[in-house]
């Protein structure tokens, strides 16, 4: 029975993804494989147990979570140099308002891109979906280490820094029109080569808003906007150990699927860990919580020790709207409760002393993971409707 409703799940996710990526009527998109040059790029040399089994991915959980573990877990500076390939879609709707506003989102830890345009009942779920009916472009990548992005060095490589330069050459590449012919084209349509946006607004889900907050503390005016969902300032932040993940190492976790991943890469164990971290009882689908373990993705050791180095720098230079959103019952972020545990003035201060609007939309009896859960589409027309406010 588990099997057979696997099996279907798996058929409807090839058969539902068929159609809507030949479906130009509705979806105008291109896919690619960009080339990102890091060039003498200083990341930082953390001091940390390595991952080559699933008894050392538990003795790096142990690492992380000990009182005993130094604060300052930077033992020095790496230099990296190489050309690294990041997998791309850019969409665009064919009849779209908007279509010169253009959204670039970065998906969080746990996920590929997938995570922005669920192939499940997507006119429910899939945020790419929505924003292409409500008349805006946008493109989605899979953050380096994940999806059919390149997967380097776990430790050294693939950290928060080099993933907001990533982010930050990407949204050079789009906004002077030069993305596609920078890139191998992988499929798609061939309609999109001059397309050069008039506007851009970040997007991110969790980790991948921390890299944008990271963007926008580096360059204020590269954004004319920036939504910022499943992530949220507040007094319990780093309350949820990194213990409740489940993490296996994942090539010893799922041969067969993570076969590509090397030393240092970590996964959420069972659909279970997933639902812990990402979903809440009443306000998922159960085939949606099979599907989250379909596309699960493995991180980098050195995401989590690396994310604390984007806070306590406040992003002086951006002057544009920013939303934060996030699910009421978030896990890890908020400790299950998100109500009563924020200062907007200390956000403010702490994160967009300069920023034309500051917003918080708190999506009710939802978890972390926004995109999967049933009332997706209504948090959705908030921010659209957050977007139209501000003029955007
Ligand atoms: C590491 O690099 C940063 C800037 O990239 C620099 O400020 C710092 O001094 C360097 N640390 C060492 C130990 O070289
Ligand atoms: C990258 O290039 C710099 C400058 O040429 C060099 O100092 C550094 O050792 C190189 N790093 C690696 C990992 O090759
Ligand atoms: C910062 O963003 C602006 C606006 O897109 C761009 O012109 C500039 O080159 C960017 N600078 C850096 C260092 O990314
Ligand atoms: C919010 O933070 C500001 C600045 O720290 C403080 O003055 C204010 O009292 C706080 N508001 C609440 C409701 O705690
Ligand atoms: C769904 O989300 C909308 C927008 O946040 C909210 O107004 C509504 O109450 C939610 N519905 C449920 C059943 O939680």
Redesign the pocket.
Known sequence: MALLSSLLVAIAVQSAYATRTTNTKTRQCVQLEIPIKL??FTTTKWQQPRVDSTVDAVDWVDWMTTWTTPADKAAGN????GTFKINGQLCVPPEGAKSDILQIATHGVGFDKRYWDVEIKPEQYSWVDYTLAQGYSIFTYDRLGTGSSDKPDAYDIVQTDDQVEILRQLTLLLRSGKLISSSKKLGGVNTLDRYTPDKIVHVGHSFGSICTIGLLQINGSISDGAILTGFLPNNQLGGISVGTWGFEFARESDPKRFSDRGSGYIVQKTKYNVLLSFLKKGSFEPALLDYAEQIKQPNSVSEFVSIGAIFGTPAKDFKAPVQFVVGENDYGFCRGECYNTYNITEIETDYYPAASKIAIHIQPKTGHGLALSTNATAGYKATFDFLRSVGL
């Open positions: 060039s003498s790496v230099t990296i140099n």
